[in-house]
């Protein structure tokens, strides 16, 4: 009786193995649940309470709040422009980190290096690619995240300094990408950042223009000590900073609460929301 | 069912700091209605899945995106930096090319610097001058602010293109013309020349004088004149156009301009300037000059 108990290739085994056969596998699924459950503490989750716990003890999902009006996450609200952007500053960290490996700011290989990456590397092509599209997709998704905002009039109380760290992000975002151009050490880098730089180098009056032009540049013209410069500023000073200012946006956006987010009552009969939103 | 039925929100600390500040929290039919769990409940959904999901979806989908336009276009890669070979024209970055193109209308300073610092503090400053509580979370205010949005965008979009267009004129060379002194023949000299002469009292001869003219009035003055002009003119016009016009639909009317503008000049400077940063119909540009667009699409 007990082969039928245990059908398949264990019920054909002598007792004392499988025996010890299905105390290995309990013992192995104990083990499992352990790390797993150590993991995600909660396991998959299958109700009202699950779910909220799912995203309360989640350090990625944290953030989020554990309800949400459906208004607040509806597609043509938001068009999810914040989350693309933060998207692609993840996808830029991403591959940026992987062409470090290869590229060497200097003067005689930053050049070689770039043309290793996209004909030597394999994918190589594809993450420069990756990399390029992403830095101009970011800086459209900020500036259209940016009048997202402003035309639903997101940016009212309390969200006011939200807006400005906002503001301040997309300053940023210019400045990484800006940096970024210089690198590749072609024609249209150093020309681009020469046009830029002396933008810059005309702050009024003309030495504070100068002195700011040449704090960026290291130099009269764009050379080694721009390049180095740009390289340290795009690869650590910005991203940090910028770091800073996102974790300060993201946790902003939960505490002055979703625009539309979670209000307890409809909107009244003139469109206006009855309550300030709190996510 | 603790956790999920109490409201993570609006404690009475919060509303009554939001009410001073006059931000609407729960209006009188709102607070008809009791906040009881069942009300938060019956008004919102789960993170976990319903937004979570939208997450996921949308980083898969992006992913894929980015992977597939990166097999399909190559960044461009030009020949090794040359600094004694400057390209004609030398152009920033594209998000850039608004400032370079006021820059061709200006003095760089304002082109590249006040400006800019201007627009970017005026925008910063938005939440702390239209205070007002209404419209939070709603598409262009209401409707009006639609339309608002729509006639600044076409009229701002206008009056940059008409500006672009008159820069185009040799206006400095006109206003040359009138400040020129002409010591030999005094019949041929301008009509403004005689303010040429005064200046040239302080700053020691004609020609520098007449230099500084020429920057301060068609580099500084003029400019700035013309961009105050067009924005009084359109504060006027909506506030015609739009009787009983509040801060709020006129934040969206300025924001809108500062939008168009942006838009417009982005556009002209990045595709409509060739060589010499001359004046080209779109997708006319030489391609020697900058052919750079055009060859995203090819290898190498």
């Known amino acids: 009786m007990a082969r039928a108990s245990t059908p398949g290739f264990l019920g054909r085994l002598p007792a004392g193995l499988r025996g010890r056969l299905l105390r290995g596998k309990v013992a192995g699924q104990e083990v499992l649940n352990d790390v797993t459950g150590s993991i995600v503490r909660n396991g998959w989750p299958t109700s009202v309470r699950g779910r909220s716990l799912a995203i309360m003890n989640s350090v990625f999902l944290h953030l989020h709040p554990i309800r949400t009006r459906p208004d607040a996450i509806k597609m043509t609200y938001t068009f999810g422009l914040g989350g693309i952007s933060f998207f692609l500053f993840l996808s830029l960290t991403l591959t940026g980190t992987l062409l470090m490996f290869y590229y060497i700011p200097s003067v005689e290989h930053a050049y070689q290096t770039i043309k290793d990456i996209q004909e030597q590397q394999p994918f190589g092509y594809l993450l420069r690619n990756m990399h390029r599209w992403a830095a101009h997709g970011m800086v459209i998704t900020v500036f259209l995240h940016m009048c997202r905002v402003f035309y639903t009039g997101s940016y009212r109380a309390p969200r006011q300094f939200n807006w400005v760290v906002g503001v301040i992000l997309l300053a940023l975002t210019f400045l990484l990408s800006f940096t970024g151009y210089l690198l590749p050490w072609d024609q249209l880098a150093i020309w681009a950042v020469t046009v830029g730089t002396n933008m810059v180098g005309s702050t009024p009056p003309p030495f504070v223009g100068e002195f700011v032009r040449f704090l960026l540049v290291g130099d009269y013209s764009i050379g080694q000590n721009a390049l180095l410069r740009f390289y340290t500023l795009h690869v650590i000073g910005l991203p940090l900073i910028l770091s800073i200012f996102l974790a300060v946006h993201f946790w902003r956006i939960r505490k002055d609460g979703f625009s539309r987010g979670l209000t307890f009552t409809t909107r009244l009969n003139d469109g206006s929301p009855t309550g300030r939103g709190r996510g | ?300």
């Not at chain 2, 276009?73 to 024209?89: S, V, W």
């Not at chain 2, 156009?241 to 990045?270: C, H, R």
């Open chain 2, 1 to 300: 069912m603790a956790i999920e039925t109490r409201p993570t929100g609006v404690t009475v600390r919060d509303r009554n700091v939001a009410e001073q500040k006059g931000a609407p929290v729960l209006t009188s039919s709102a607070r008809s209605r009791p906040v009881t769990p069942a009300a938060v409940e019956a008004d919102t959904v789960q993170v976990w899945p319903h937004l979570v999901v939208i997450e996921f979806l949308g980083a898969i989908v992006f992913t894929i995106m980015l992977v597939l336009l990166g097999t399909l276009a190559n960044a461009p890669l030009e020949p090794l930096a040359n600094p004694d070979k400057t390209p004609n024209p030398s152009k920033a970055p594209w998000y850039f090319m608004n400032l370079q193109e006021l820059l061709l209308h200006m003095n760089s300073a304002l082109a590249g610097v006040i400006v800019p610092t201007i627009a970017l503090v005026a925008i910063a400053a938005i939440p702390y001058i239209d205070k007002g509580g209404k419209g939070l979370g709603i598409w262009f205010y209401n409707e009006r602010g639609r339309r608002i949005a729509a006639f600044t965008a076409v009229y701002s979009a206008a009056v940059i293109g008409a500006l672009i267009a008159f820069g185009t004129l040799p206006i400095r060379d006109a206003f040359g013309s009138w400040v020129n002194v002409d010591t030999a023949k005094p019949a041929n000299s301008g009509g403004l020349s005689g303010l040429t002469q005064l200046f040239a009292g302080i700053f020691g001869d004609t020609a520098t004088a007449k230099g500084v003219l020429i920057e301060a009035v068609t580099g500084w003055i003029f400019p700035t004149l013309v961009m105050i002009l067009f924005i009084a003119i359109l504060v006027v016009l909506l506030k015609i156009l739009f009787k009983g016009l509040n801060t709020a639909e006129l934040t969206i009317g300025l924001f809108t301009g500062f939008f168009a503008t942006y838009v417009v000049l982005t556009f002209v400077g990045q595709f409509m300037r060739g060589h010499g940063m001359q004046l080209y119909p779109p997708g006319a540009l030489p391609e020697t000059d900058y052919g750079q667009i055009l060859r995203m699409w090819g290898r190498g």
